[in-house]
Each structure stands twice: as structure tokens, then as C-alpha cells.
């Protein structure tokens, strides 16, 4: 048996991908910006093993089947297939200390850390871009998990076949920044990305608006960070993640709650009061509060007030995705191609 263990932690996305290119490439149809953070993770052990019949995948200790399985086992191919090892299942065991599949990027973290378990337990030698474009085939999002601090994806240009990197930018102390993640539900959300974004690009009618908006604030973003203006980066996050819902709401996506617009508000009021404060939403119902070190603790105090905020997860940027165990057995299925 040969086997791997990889944590990653979640991403947000300050300027945000919404819409993807024609064909089965999973490439974003605009770039992205996150920032990948610490204080939530996943981990995940990838087990080849030659007595199993079929793949098996557990998530916090719960059996998963479906399009959950589905989706990992697709990835479990491209790496059985590349490693010549094509007859043998796995078992993939993850753990993420923060609730699944609920817009808290779980996505992210959870293909992150299965693409760089399942690479290492074949034993192949695969530099990390090379992961993160085997985890971006799975969920866009996870691409930008592989790599620490701010880390940028490409949105293509279309066609099938199409290509998208990450590629980290910036490190993660090149900003002051602190994320209250404020969790609104501990339940999965109703609507995952990839559905949401399908509607949205088939019936919004502000799709195509959105895609231009969305190419400008991301090179805003981009260099106001690489400027290291706090500010004027959550400015554009802001109106990101904002545009984006007001083009997926136009598709009848709804992905924000009362308490998400409560905290919404709160954090509005707390920049007017001169808190470090503005506000992010991913596909799901809880707020990303941008803070400083400065402002945490007041923006923390006032979020928790907020009804229906259940509590807050404080993270900051953080390392990309790593190995924490393998044990790779006598022989080498992947002849040729060494492990690191
Ligand atoms: C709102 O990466 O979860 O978080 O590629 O279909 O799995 P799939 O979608 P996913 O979408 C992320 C959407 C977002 C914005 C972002 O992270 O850029």
C-alpha cells in the first residue's frame, strides 16, 4: 500500500471568478486573485490499495458516494493514469475543521490537498504548478490552494483544451490583513459553484458586463496589493464580490441570507466609524470581513453582535498546500519518474 497525507488550507478571493470558458477544461472565463489563509484546513490521505474493488471516500468521517466520489475519482485517473497504475483504488480520507461545502471554499482546500496526496502516494515527481493545474481541473478555486499568500489564476480565452495557471505573487505579509470569517450556517449550501455559475452564464443578462468588470477589477486589485494599499484592495474586493451576486442574483442565485446582508451592513457602519473594514461573499451565505491588525478586535466584537452571525473564524494569510506524511512501500509504480 502507498500512501500520502497533504494539508491545505481554504482561499478567498479577493477579486473573484464567476463564469467559465466554453468546452470541459474547467477554465475560468476571468482572472482571479486570492488570498489563501490560516486558521482553517484540510487534510486529506490518499491510500493506493490493492484489495479495494472500487474508489472509497470519507469525509469527516461520513461515507461519500455520488458526484462527490465521482468528481475525486476523476482526478484519481489522470494521476493512476500518469503513474501507470491504471487497475489500482484508492481510499481518500479528509478532514476539514470548518464546515464542507458551504462557501467557506471547502472546494478549494478539499481538491488541494486530494490532488497533492494522490500526486505524492503515486510517487510521481510533479513540480506544484503541475498539481495546481490538476486540482484547477477538478475546482478552479483549488488551483490557487497549492501556493501560500496572494496567488493569482488566469481566466482564459476560451476553447476547448484551454489552460489556466496560479502562480503565487506576493507574500503573505506583504499587506496587513486579518479575515473574520463569520459563519452564518454550519449546513451545506443549496446551490454549488459550478451549477450557480452554469445559470448565471446561461440566464443573467448581466453576464457579459460582468465579465468586463470583473477583467478590470481584478488588474486594479492586482496592483493596488502589489502597491501594498490596504484600502484601496478591499475597495475592489468589495465591489467584486458584490458584482458578482448582483449578476447571479439577476439568474435567480441567491446565495446571501439576512444575517450575510446584517453583517454586510455592520461592516459598512464600522468603515464609516473609521474601522479597517470591508466586506467579501463567496457562493455561500457567510461574510469574509478585511481587517487589519489594528482593527481586528473592535470588527470582531461588533460582527459577533450582528443576529445570525453563529460565530467567527479568525485567519490570516498563510503557506500554501504541504505534505505532512506518505509512506510509499517497496515498490515504484511510477518507474522512471522518481518521488521528491
Ligand atoms: C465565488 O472553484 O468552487 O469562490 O471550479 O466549478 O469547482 P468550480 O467552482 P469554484 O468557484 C469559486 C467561486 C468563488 C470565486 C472564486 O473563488 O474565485
Same mark, same amino acid.
Given at each position: 500500500m502507498r500512501s500520502a497525507t497533504a494539508s491545505a488550507h481554504p482561499n478567498i478571493a479577493l477579486a473573484k471568478y464567476w463564469g467559465k470558458c466554453p468546452g /470541459?477544461?474547467?477554465?475560468?472565463?476571468v482572472p482571479s486573485l486570492s488570498v489563501t489563509l490560516s486558521g482553517m484546513s484540510t487534510t486529506t490521505t490518499v491510500s493506493f490499495d490493492d484489495t479495494l474493488l472500487h474508489d472509497e471516500l470519507v469525509i469527516n468521517d461520513a461515507r461519500m458516494g455520488g458526484r462527490s466520489l465521482a468528481r475525486a475519482s476523476a482526478l484519481l485517473d489522470v494521476v493512476r493514469a500518469e503513474a501507470n497504475m491504471t487497475a489500482r483504488s484508492a481510499r481518500i480520507v479528509s478532514k476539514n475543521d470548518f464546515p464542507t461545502a458551504?462557501? !467557506? +471554499?471547502s472546494s478549494a482546500s478539499g481538491f488541494a490537498a486530494l490532488a497533492l496526496a494522490a500526486v505524492r502516494a503515486a510517487g510521481l515527481d510533479w513540480s506544484l504548478s503541475q498539481v495546481s493545474d490538476l486540482a484547477r481541473r477538478s475546482s478552479?478555486?483549488?488551483?490557487?490552494? !497549492?501556493?501560500?499568500g496572494f496567488v493569482e489564476l488566469d481566466g482564459g480565452?476560451?476553447?476547448?483544451g484551454g489552460v489556466a495557471c496560479a502562480r503565487p505573487i +506576493? /507574500?503573505?505579509?506583504?499587506i496587513d490583513l486579518r479575515v473574520l470569517?463569520?459563519?452564518?450556517?454550519?449546513g451545506a449550501k443549496s446551490i454549488s459553484s459550478t451549477c450557480g455559475m452554469r445559470m448565471t452564464q446561461e440566464t443573467s443578462p448581466y453576464y457579459d458586463a460582468w465579465l468586463v468588470h470583473a477583467r478590470r477589477l481584478f488588474v486594479q486589485i492586482r496592483s493596488d496589493l502589489l502597491a501594498g494599499d490596504f484600502h484601496a484592495v478591499g475597495e475592489g474586493a468589495e465591489k467584486s464580490a458584490l458584482g458578482m451576486h448582483a449578476c447571479a442574483m439577476a439568474a435567480?442565485?441567491?446565495?446571501?441570507t439576512g444575517a450575510t446582508l446584517a453583517a454586510l451592513a455592520e461592516v459598512r457602519a464600522m468603515r464609516a466609524e473609521g474601522i479597517d473594514a470591508y466586506a467579501t461573499i463567496d457562493a455561500g451565505p457567510h461574510l469574509k470581513c478585511l481587517t487589519t491588525s489594528r482593527s481586528m478586535h473592535d470588527a470582531k466584537e461588533r460582527l459577533l453582535?450582528?443576529?445570525?452571525? !453563529?460565530r467567527i473564524v479568525e485567519t490570516l494569510p498563510g503557506e500554501g498546500a504541504c505534505i505532512t506524511q506518505e509512506s510509499l512501500g517497496q515498490e515504484s509504480p511510477a518507474q522512471g519518474k522518481p518521488g521528491r
Open positions: /470541459s477544461a474547467n477554465v475560468p472565463a458551504s462557501g !467557506l +471554499a478552479a478555486s483549488a488551483a490557487r490552494s !497549492l501556493f501560500g480565452e476560451g476553447g476547448e +506576493a /507574500s503573505p505579509d506583504s470569517v463569520c459563519v452564518t450556517a454550519e435567480g442565485i441567491v446565495y446571501v453582535r450582528v443576529p445570525g452571525v !453563529l
